[in-house]
């Protein structure tokens, strides 16, 4: 089973979208949402689809509560699943069909331990692209699997490892650079899509210029701009 972990916080705009395309997939799987104290209509959103009729073969829908953070909400997560993968994914992006029962499918195949996906913006400018191109291509020379490319990993590798380091920002950055030293991950295609609201708010060029910083700590350990940078966007 897989075990789909969705952090939100203030995303009452986004989550309904990601929840109904979760609940289109084929497979044996759960979801769990992590809230970190919302104050818009986030759990709402969640509790209309505990009681919406789902059909007798629907996966189960749980909502939990966890310290704000998405390492903290991920972590919490993490432990009330029931899964042997944990399928980590952002309130805003959905998933390609059929990649649960694909993942489904790895269950057997122990050397398969950890991967994500490729990423796409939703949208059709043409910087966005350009972003996504540029993320790929560096997952796919580092495996360095970033949060909104819906890491999935098994569950006992994720406790060996001691789950997300509770920090501010890039805790995926660190678990991956951990989780390579053990197993190298999958990337699949085709690719989850992120909502690009948040990037188009931000501003294109302040968005193309955070991921850039990123990309360049990460592959070289340049310094990064502070917490005010990657400030919440709603």
Not at 82 to 105: K, Y
Not at 108 to 113: A, H
Not at 157 to 167: A, D, I, R
Request: with cysteine; aromatic share 10%; charged share 20%.
């Amino acid at each position: 089973m897989i075990s789909v972990v969705i952090p939100a916080y203030n995303e009452e705009r986004a989550l309904p979208d990601t929840l109904r395309q979760v609940l289109t997939q084929t497979g044996d799987y759960e979801i769990i949402v992590v809230d970190g104290g919302s104050s818009d209509g986030t759990c709402e959103v969640v509790r209309r689809f505990l009681l919406a009729p789902q059909g007798a073969d629907s996966s189960p829908l749980i909502l939990i509560n966890a310290p704000k953070g998405r390492a903290s909400q991920m972590n919490a997560g993490a432990g009330a699943a029931g899964g042997e993968w944990l399928l980590f994914l952002h309130a805003d992006t959905v998933l390609p069909a059929q990649a649960l029962s694909r993942l489904n499918a790895m269950e057997p195949d122990l050397p398969i331990q950890a991967g994500g996906f490729r990423h796409q913006f939703s949208g059709s400018d043409w910087r966005l692209r350009m972003i996504s191109w540029l993320d790929n291509f560096r997952c796919t020379r580092s495996r360095i699997i970033y949060g909104d490319q819906a890491l999935f990993v098994r569950k006992s590798l994720f406790e060996k490892l001691g789950g997300f380091p509770v920090q501010p920002i890039l805790e995926d950055v660190v678990f991956c650079e951990k989780l390579l030293q053990v197993t190298t991950p999958l990337l699949l295609s085709p690719p989850v899509v992120t909502d690009a609201r948040k990037f188009l708010q931000m501003g294109i060029g302040r968005s193309f210029l955070r991921v850039l910083l990123i990309i360049l700590h990460v592959e070289f350990k340049f310094p990064y701009l502070p917490r005010i940078f990657f400030q919440d966007i709603r």
